[in-house]
């Protein structure tokens, strides 16, 4: 390999870590939503499942998660 390849490829990693070093809290909390969306979505999918009804807790679920996500997002962000 090109040592001044090696050296912009070094450069750029070293960057990376940076930002994400620097960007860890937003990074958890994004992660947090998603994940908060999927578990209740999927609370909501098995009940859905378990007790033979239309796709009402499905959508209970995810409005849950989006609620509980978000909320967790803005709290994470504003630190």
């Avoid at 990693?13 to 930002?19: A, M």
Wanted: charged share 20%.
């Amino acid at each position: 390999m090109d040592k001044k390849l090696g050296d912009r490829m070094g450069a750029a990693n070293e960057e990376l870590q940076t930002n994400l070093d620097r960007n860890e809290h937003q990074i958890f909390a994004s992660y947090g939503l998603v994940g908060a969306i999927l578990l209740f979505g999927a609370l909501g999918y098995f009940a859905d499942r378990m007790s033979g009804s239309t796709p009402r807790y499905v959508i209970i679920g995810l409005v849950v998660g989006i609620a509980i996500g978000f909320y967790s997002l803005v709290k994470t962000v504003r630190r």
